[in-house]
Structure formats: C-alpha cells, structure tokens
C-alpha cells in the first residue's frame, strides 16, 4: 500500500518496519554475517539506484512513477 511505512513480513519477527538497522542486526537469523549482509545491502542499493531510468525506458506515467517511489522509499 502505498504511503505505508510498514511491511506484511518482519525480520525479526516483530517489527514491521522497513529498517537497515533491524535488518543488520537480525542477519544471523538468514545465516548471514554482519559484513555478507553489509554486502547484500550494498549490491541492492546499486541494483535500485537506477530505477528511475529504467522506469523512464519503460513509458510509465507519472502516477506509476509515484507508486513506484513510495514503495522503493526514494
């Protein structure tokens, strides 16, 4: 849902927000060292970096690029 700071899943089980910290912290639970996940973290930062552009080949209108920003929380 757009707007909506919280998640259906948690990562800790309890918290439901979209948090770097929890998700830091809770690494070990998915087998994951601190630096693994540190990793992770980067690797999707870079993937979504460049979601505008792609948005933008793709022709969608403003009101899917407005969703689209709300739900990758640029």
């Known amino acids: 849902v757009p707007g909506r700071p919280e998640h259906e899943l948690s990562l800790d089980g309890v918290i439901h927000l979209g948090d770097l ?32 552009d792609v948005v933008r080949t793709l022709g969608l209108a403003t009101p899917e690029l407005d969703v689209l920003e709300d739900a990758i929380g640029a």
């Open 21 to 52: 910290g929890v998700l830091r912290e809770t690494a070990p639970f998915y087998r994951l060292s601190g630096p693994a996940a540190n990793t992770i973290i980067d690797e999707v930062r870079a993937a979504l970096a460049t979601w505008r």
